[in-house]
Every structure is written in structure tokens, then in C-alpha cells.
């Protein structure tokens, strides 16, 4: 079983701060998405990478891909409780066909 | 075109029934994709299509579970003698190529009593 961990898996903030969340494995990616997810619903893309080292940014969101394409990092800057849910990354791996394998996990809460 | 649509949003069956689920991908979409979620997780893959082909199975995929995709573009999946075990969301998702994002449906959310 490929893994990938995601760290934190819960994180409550107030308003306005920043943060950071982690999405690690021991295999190669070639190409990797974030997603949230909100209660009761399915999980909607925010982006997808596929270049070591690549950098893309969505407003207050900036996400990074790692340099040997094994991991991936979400960043929010001035969170707002809009942004509250569960960020999800999930990778295809090197040598599978096509499937994502989804990552934990990172529930957060941002309050006022 | 509105996205991925499952049906239904919700099923409550007794343990022992068969339950059938229904996906409409995007209709430019080839790839199908389905998935588990159970609270707390994240989804987990169960099968793949592209097209009317099944080319993936999880092993999570007892010979209970069954998907087809008979023409290329809506897809079933049914579960034959449920058991409490199965409750979960069944998310189903499309896509256009392996690098492309998947595009969710809102999933059916099963409960087995």
C-alpha cells in the first residue's frame, strides 16, 4: 500500500493567521491534486501539480511540489472561516495507471 | 452539463439486502471512477473505467461488490448481502486524463442496519 500522511490532521486557528499543512510519502508522484471536501459532500479540486519544484497559487492558497516530487505542502495565508474544512492531497504514483490515492487528511477550523 | 450526479444521496438498508448506486459522469468524461470514505478518512479507490472497460479493482472490492459501466457512460455499482461493515460514503468521480483533477459527485451515503 502506497501511503501518504498528512500532517497535521487537525488544526484549529483563529481568523487571519497562517498555516501550513504537510502531505508526505516514500514514492514518486506524477502529479498531485489538493482537494476540500465539505460535510456530506464530495471532495472539490483545487489544484493540481506535476513539475518538481513547481509552485501554484489560488488567492490566499499557494501550493508547492516538492523537488523529487514525493511530497507537497498547502499554505493559507489570513485564514478565514471560509476556509474551514478538509483539505485533502492525493497523488498518482509512478507506474500506476491512473488512480489517485488519497492522503488522511487535515480537517481545520478557522473562528472568528 | 451540471458535474457528476449519484443516485441516491442516501440509503438505508436492512443487513442482508443489495444495494445499487448510480453514477452520471461528465459526458466528456471517459474515466469513472469510484471510491469509499468512512468518517475521519480519506476515500478510498474501489474500481476504475475508461470507457466501458473495467481496468482497475481494489482488493477492498469483495466479490460482494460489482461495477459495471455497460455503455460507456452512466455506471452502477451494486453490493449484494450488506453488511453493517459497508456503511460509508460511495463517492464516484470522472475524469478526462490521469492528470487532470477528478470531478466529484456528492456521493451516497450508506447506512446499513
Known amino acids: 500500500t502506497q501511503l501518504l500522511e498528512q500532517s497535521p490532521q487537525f488544526l484549529s486557528i483563529q481568523e487571519g493567521e497562517n498555516l501550513t499543512v504537510y502531505c508526505n510519502s516514500s514514492?514518486?508522484?506524477?502529479?498531485l491534486q489538493w482537494y476540500r471536501q465539505e460535510p456530506g459532500e464530495g471532495p472539490v479540486l483545487l489544484v493540481t501539480v506535476v513539475t518538481g519544484g513547481e509552485v501554484k497559487k489560488l488567492k490566499r492558497l499557494t501550493f508547492q511540489f516538492g523537488d523529487a516530487r514525493k511530497d507537497s505542502s498547502l499554505h493559507i495565508t489570513a485564514a478565514q472561516p471560509g476556509d474551514t474544512g478538509l483539505y485533502l492531497c492525493?497523488?498518482?504514483?509512478?507506474?500506476?495507471?491512473?488512480?489517485?490515492?488519497f492522503g488522511t487528511g487535515t480537517r481545520l477550523q478557522v473562528t472568528l | 452539463d451540471t458535474g457528476v450526479s449519484q443516485d441516491p444521496r442516501h440509503k438505508i438498508t436492512k443487513r442482508g439486502q443489495n444495494v445499487t448506486f448510480r453514477c452520471d459522469p461528465i459526458s466528456e468524461h471517459n474515466r469513472l471512477y469510484w471510491y469509499r470514505q468512512t468518517l475521519g478518512q480519506g476515500p478510498e479507490f474501489l474500481t476504475y473505467?475508461?470507457?466501458?472497460?473495467?481496468?482497475?479493482k481494489s482488493r477492498l472490492l469483495s466479490d460482494r461488490f460489482s461495477a459495471e459501466r455497460p455503455k460507456g457512460s452512466f455506471s452502477t455499482l451494486e453490493i449484494q448481502r450488506t453488511e453493517q461493515g459497508d456503511s460509508a460514503m460511495y463517492l464516484c468521480?470522472?475524469?478526462?486524463?490521469?492528470?487532470?483533477?477528478?470531478?466529484f459527485g456528492s456521493g451516497t451515503r450508506l447506512t446499513v442496519v
Open positions: 514514492s514518486v508522484f506524477s502529479s
Open positions: 492525493a497523488g498518482i504514483h509512478t507506474g500506476t495507471a491512473s488512480k489517485l490515492t
Open positions: 473505467f475508461q470507457n466501458e472497460a473495467q481496468l482497475e
Open positions: 468521480a470522472s475524469s478526462q486524463d490521469r492528470n487532470y483533477g477528478y470531478t
